[in-house]
C-alpha cells in the first residue's frame, strides 16, 4: 500500500509481535484517523508495540477502538503515556477489557486534557463483579460515584464526561441525595429529554430544587458547549425507555426527537416548538409542595421555557385560586382534564372559557357536580353553556361523567356537540330519563370501543334504543359494563340478540342487576360466540337471596355451579365471575370463579 490510510479496522484476528512490529512502521499509517483493532488479543503481545503505534498517530488518531482486546491493568499503563498526546481524539472505547477502578481513574486522568472527546466508552471496573461473574449492583453504582468525583475534579468543564456515566450518576445522585451533583449533571445534560420523573417516588424538596437549579444554570448560558443537546425536561412520573439503555437491558440509542414532535401538537409551527426548553408534568391541584414550587419557578422564566402540562387535576379549590394556574398554563397542551371539584353547576360554568382554549384535550373526566342554588332558567343557561365546550374539543376520545346531576335529560345535547368519535364514555351514578336512552340511537358516526354505564338507573325504562346502539357500535365495542343499573329479565332479553353480534367484545360486567337464573344461562347461550371474550362478571341469580337479601350459601354454590356447567358445554372462557352484592355487613361480594369465595363476614 503506497497511499496514505485514514482509517483501519483488524478485528477477531490473531496477531503477533511480528505483526504488531511492521504495523507500527508501516509507512501508510502516518495519517490514519480511524483505528479498530476490536477483539484482538493483546494479553500476550509486547505493550511497547502498540505503545509506538500510538505515538505515530498522535497528531493525526480521532477514534480509537480497542474494544474486547482482554487489556488488564499493567497493559493499559503502558499506553496512558502515548494516549495523553492524541490529541485529535474524539472517541474512544475500551469496552469488554478487564480493567480495575484503580486503572479506570488513571486512564480518565490521561485523557484530561484531550478536550475533543465527546464518545467515551469504558469498561464497568473488575470490583464490580463476583466471583461468578454478575454485577453487583449496588458496587457498581458505589464505584460509578467514585469515578465522578475523580471526573469532577479533574475536567473541566463538566461536558467532558462519558455520556453513558450521566444516567447512573443522576441515579446515584438522587438515592444519596447529593443537592451539587444533581445540579451539575443537569447543567451539563447530554441527550435531548432529562426524564427526571422518577424523583417523584421519593420526593425530595432539596432535591428537586436542585435539578431546577441545574435547569437554570442550563438557561443562562449564552453560547450551549457542543455536544449539549437538552431539549425537554420531563417531570411525569412515568417509564422511560431511556433509562433501560444504560442498564444494558436495551441496544436502543435515546432518540434524538423531542417531546413536542412526537406528540404531533397541531397548529404549532416547528420553530415555535424549537424557541424554547420544555418542561413537560402533570400538575394536580391543589399542588405539593414540589409543584407549587416548579409553578413560581416557570412563572418567573416563562420568557425562555415552556411548561407544557399535558394531565391537570383539579380538586377542591375555590375557583379564584384555580384561574390563576389556568391563565399561566398554555392550553394545547393538555391532553387530560380532570374536575373533581365537588362544586355547582355555576361553578362549573365558569371553566367553560379555559376548556374551550384546551383544544388537543383527549381526555375529560367530571366528577360530583350539584345543581346549587339556581332558578330554572338559570339552570338551562349554564348547562347549554356547558355542553357547548365539547363541541370545541375536536381530539376528545374520552369522556367520564361521574356522579354528575345534569345529565338526567341532557344525553341527547350532549352527544350531539360531540364533533368527533369517542373511544370510552363512562358514565356514573347518574339519572337516566328515557330520552336519554333514546339519544343512544340517534347517536351517529359513533365508533365507541368502551362504554361504561355504573350506578345508572335504567328500570322501568325502554331498552330498544340501548339495543339499537349495540347493534350499531358491534363491530368496535370492546369492553361493556352495565353495573348496578337495576336491569331485570325483560330488559336484558331484549339486548341480547344485539349483544350476541359485538364480535369484539373482550370485557363484560353486569354485577349489581337482578336477573333470574334462567335469564343468565340465555346471556351465557347468546355470548357463545364471542371468541374475543377474556373477562365476564355476572351477577349471582336472584334465586340464591332470601326475604331480607341475605345470601344462601349452599344456594349460591349450586346455582353458580349450574351456570359454570352451562358454559363449558357452549363454549371456553379464560376469566369468568359470578359475584353475589355487597354484603350488608361487611361491604364485600360472594364470589364464585373455580369455587365460592365467601365475604369477610
Same mark, same amino acid.
Given at each position: 500500500?503506497?497511499?496514505?490510510?485514514?482509517?483501519?479496522?483488524?478485528?477477531?484476528?490473531?496477531?503477533?509481535?511480528?505483526?504488531?512490529?511492521?504495523?507500527?512502521?508501516?509507512?501508510?499509517?502516518?495519517?490514519?484517523?480511524?483505528?479498530?483493532?476490536? =477483539?484482538?488479543?493483546?494479553?500476550?503481545?509486547?505493550?511497547?508495540?502498540?505503545?509506538?503505534?500510538?505515538?505515530?498517530?498522535?497528531?493525526?488518531?480521532?477514534?480509537?477502538?480497542?474494544?474486547?482486546?482482554?487489556?488488564?491493568?499493567? +497493559?493499559?499503563?503502558?499506553?496512558?503515556?502515548? !494516549?495523553?498526546?492524541?490529541? +485529535?481524539?474524539?472517541?474512544?472505547?475500551?469496552?469488554?477489557?478487564?480493567?480495575?477502578?484503580?486503572?479506570?481513574?488513571?486512564?480518565?486522568?490521561?485523557?484530561?486534557?484531550?478536550?475533543?472527546?465527546?464518545?467515551?466508552?469504558?469498561?464497568?471496573?473488575?470490583?464490580?463483579?463476583?466471583?461468578? =461473574?454478575?454485577?453487583?449492583?449496588?458496587?457498581?453504582?458505589?464505584?460509578?460515584?467514585?469515578?465522578?468525583?475523580? !471526573?469532577?475534579?479533574?475536567?473541566?468543564?463538566?461536558?467532558?464526561?462519558?455520556?453513558?456515566?450521566?444516567?447512573?450518576?443522576?441515579?446515584?445522585?438522587?438515592? +444519596?441525595?447529593?443537592?451539587?451533583?444533581?445540579?451539575?449533571?443537569?447543567?451539563?445534560?447530554?441527550?435531548?429529554?432529562?426524564?427526571?420523573?422518577?424523583?417523584?417516588?421519593?420526593?425530595?424538596?432539596?432535591?428537586?430544587?436542585?435539578?431546577?437549579?441545574?435547569? *437554570?444554570?442550563?438557561?443562562?448560558?449564552?453560547?450551549?458547549?457542543?455536544?449539549?443537546?437538552?431539549?425537554?425536561?420531563? !417531570?411525569?412520573?412515568?417509564?422511560?425507555?431511556?433509562?433501560?439503555?444504560?442498564?444494558?437491558?436495551?441496544?436502543?440509542?435515546?432518540?434524538?426527537?423531542?417531546?413536542?414532535?412526537?406528540?404531533?401538537?397541531? =397548529?404549532?409551527?416547528?420553530?415555535?416548538?424549537?424557541?424554547?426548553?420544555?418542561?413537560?408534568?402533570?400538575?394536580?391541584?391543589?399542588?405539593?409542595?414540589?409543584?407549587?414550587?416548579?409553578?413560581? $419557578?416557570?412563572?418567573?422564566?416563562?420568557?425562555?421555557?415552556?411548561?407544557?402540562?399535558?394531565?391537570?387535576?383539579?380538586?377542591?379549590?375555590?375557583?379564584?385560586?384555580?384561574?390563576?394556574?389556568?391563565?399561566?398554563?398554555?392550553?394545547?397542551?393538555?391532553?387530560?382534564?380532570?374536575?373533581?371539584?365537588?362544586?355547582?353547576?355555576?361553578?362549573?360554568?365558569?371553566?367553560?372559557?379555559? %376548556?374551550?382554549?384546551?383544544?388537543?384535550?383527549?381526555?375529560?373526566?367530571?366528577?360530583?357536580?350539584?345543581?346549587?342554588?339556581?332558578?330554572?332558567?338559570?339552570?338551562?343557561?349554564?348547562?347549554?353553556?356547558?355542553?357547548?365546550?365539547?363541541?370545541?374539543?375536536?381530539?376528545?376520545?374520552?369522556?367520564?361523567? *361521574?356522579?354528575?346531576?345534569?345529565?338526567?335529560?341532557?344525553?341527547?345535547?350532549?352527544?350531539?356537540?360531540?364533533?368527533?368519535?369517542?373511544?370510552?364514555?363512562?358514565?356514573?351514578?347518574?339519572?337516566?330519563?328515557?330520552?336519554?336512552? *333514546?339519544?343512544?340511537?340517534? $347517536?351517529?358516526?359513533?365508533? !365507541?370501543?368502551?362504554?361504561?354505564?355504573?350506578?345508572?338507573?335504567?328500570? *322501568?325504562?325502554?331498552?330498544?334504543?340501548?339495543?339499537?346502539?349495540?347493534?350499531?357500535?358491534?363491530?368496535?365495542?370492546?369492553?361493556?359494563?352495565?353495573?348496578?343499573?337495576?336491569?331485570?329479565?325483560?330488559?336484558?332479553?331484549?339486548?341480547?340478540?344485539?349483544?350476541? +353480534?359485538?364480535?369484539?367484545?373482550?370485557?363484560?360486567?353486569?354485577?349489581?342487576?337482578?336477573?333470574?337464573?334462567?335469564?343468565?344461562?340465555?346471556?351465557?347461550?347468546?355470548?357463545?360466540?364471542?371468541?374475543?371474550?377474556?373477562?365476564?362478571?355476572?351477577?349471582?341469580?336472584?334465586?340464591?337471596?332470601?326475604?331480607?337479601?341475605?345470601?344462601?350459601?349452599?344456594?349460591?354454590?349450586?346455582?353458580?355451579?349450574?351456570?359454570?356447567?352451562? %358454559?363449558?358445554?357452549?363454549?371456553?372462557?379464560?376469566?369468568?365471575?359470578?359475584?353475589?352484592?355487597?354484603?350488608?355487613?361487611? =361491604?364485600?361480594?360472594?364470589?364464585?370463579?373455580?369455587?365460592?369465595?365467601?365475604?369477610?363476614?
Amino acid at each position: 500500500m503506497e497511499s496514505p490510510l485514514e482509517t483501519l479496522s483488524i478485528t477477531r484476528c490473531l496477531l503477533s509481535n511480528a505483526d504488531m512490529s511492521y504495523l507500527s512502521q508501516c509507512p501508510s499509517i502516518h495519517m490514519l484517523k480511524h483505528l479498530d483493532l476490536s =477483539g484482538v488479543t493483546f494479553l500476550n503481545l509486547d505493550n511497547l508495540l502498540l505503545r509506538s503505534l500510538l505515538e505515530r498517530l498522535t497528531a493525526t488518531l480521532q477514534i480509537l477502538i480497542l474494544k474486547d482486546c482482554m487489556i488488564m491493568d499493567f +497493559q493499559i499503563s503502558a499506553l496512558l503515556p502515548a !494516549l495523553s498526546q492524541c490529541t +485529535q481524539l474524539i472517541e474512544v472505547n475500551f469496552l469488554k477489557n478487564f480493567l480495575s477502578v484503580a486503572s479506570i481513574r488513571k486512564l480518565l486522568q490521561h485523557t484530561a486534557k484531550l478536550t475533543l472527546l465527546t464518545r467515551e466508552l469504558y469498561p464497568a471496573p473488575d470490583e464490580v463483579y463476583d466471583d461468578f =461473574g454478575d454485577v453487583h449492583p449496588d458496587r457498581f453504582s458505589q464505584l460509578c460515584s467514585e469515578l465522578m468525583e475523580t !471526573l469532577r475534579g479533574i475536567r473541566q468543564p463538566k461536558e467532558d464526561l462519558p455520556m453513558l456515566l450521566f444516567p447512573p450518576l443522576f441515579k446515584e445522585a438522587d438515592t +444519596q441525595r447529593r443537592k451539587k451533583i444533581i445540579k451539575a449533571l443537569v447543567t451539563d445534560w447530554p441527550y435531548p429529554c432529562l426524564p427526571s420523573g422518577f424523583l417523584m417516588n421519593n420526593p425530595n424538596l432539596e432535591i428537586y430544587q436542585a435539578m431546577l437549579d441545574g435547569v *437554570d444554570t442550563w438557561l443562562r448560558r449564552r453560547f450551549r458547549p457542543r455536544g449539549q443537546k437538552l431539549r425537554v425536561v420531563d !417531570l411525569r412520573n412515568v417509564c422511560h425507555d431511556f433509562w433501560e439503555v444504560w442498564t444494558g437491558r436495551k441496544s436502543v440509542e435515546p432518540s434524538a426527537e423531542t417531546w413536542s414532535e412526537r406528540q404531533g401538537v397541531k =397548529g404549532l409551527s416547528r420553530p415555535t416548538l424549537r424557541r424554547h426548553l420544555k418542561i413537560v408534568t402533570e400538575l394536580q391541584l391543589p399542588q405539593d409542595e414540589q409543584q407549587a414550587l416548579l409553578l413560581q $419557578w416557570a412563572e418567573k422564566r416563562r420568557g425562555s421555557l415552556q411548561l407544557c402540562c399535558v394531565k391537570l387535576t383539579i380538586g377542591t379549590l375555590p375557583f379564584y385560586k384555580v384561574r390563576g394556574v389556568l391563565k399561566f398554563l398554555q392550553p394545547e397542551f393538555i391532553k387530560e382534564l380532570e374536575l373533581n371539584t365537588v362544586c355547582n353547576l355555576s361553578t362549573l360554568a365558569h371553566f367553560v372559557p379555559y %376548556i374551550s382554549k384546551m383544544s388537543h384535550l383527549h381526555k375529560v373526566m367530571v366528577i360530583r357536580i350539584f345543581r346549587g342554588s339556581i332558578t330554572t332558567a338559570m339552570e338551562d343557561k349554564w348547562i347549554t353553556k356547558i355542553m357547548s365546550v365539547f363541541s370545541k374539543l375536536s381530539c376528545l376520545q374520552h369522556l367520564s361523567l *361521574d356522579d354528575v346531576y345534569f345529565v338526567n335529560d341532557h344525553m341527547k345535547l350532549l352527544l350531539r356537540c360531540l364533533k368527533t368519535p369517542l373511544e370510552s364514555l363512562s358514565i356514573s351514578l347518574c339519572q337516566f330519563s328515557q330520552s336519554d336512552l *333514546d339519544s343512544f340511537a340517534q $347517536w351517529t358516526h359513533c365508533q !365507541l370501543k368502551h362504554l361504561y354505564l355504573r350506578g345508572v338507573i335504567l328500570s *322501568d325504562l325502554n331498552f330498544l334504543p340501548l339495543k339499537f346502539f349495540l347493534e350499531s357500535v358491534a363491530c368496535t365495542l370492546k369492553t361493556l359494563k352495565l353495573k348496578d343499573c337495576r336491569m331485570k329479565d325483560p330488559d336484558l332479553r331484549v339486548l341480547l340478540p344485539a349483544l350476541s +353480534q359485538c364480535s369484539q367484545l373482550t370485557s363484560i360486567n353486569f354485577y349489581d342487576n337482578d336477573f333470574s337464573i334462567d335469564v343468565l344461562k340465555e346471556l351465557l347461550h347468546h355470548t357463545a360466540n364471542l371468541v374475543q371474550l377474556t373477562k365476564e362478571l355476572y351477577p349471582a341469580p336472584k334465586e340464591v337471596y332470601n326475604h331480607l337479601g341475605y345470601i344462601n350459601v349452599e344456594e349460591f354454590s349450586q346455582c353458580c355451579a349450574e351456570l359454570k356447567n352451562t %358454559i363449558v358445554t357452549e363454549r371456553q372462557f379464560t376469566s369468568i365471575c359470578f359475584g353475589s352484592s355487597a354484603c350488608y355487613d361487611c =361491604g364485600k361480594r360472594y364470589i364464585f370463579e373455580l369455587e365460592t369465595t365467601l365475604c369477610d363476614c
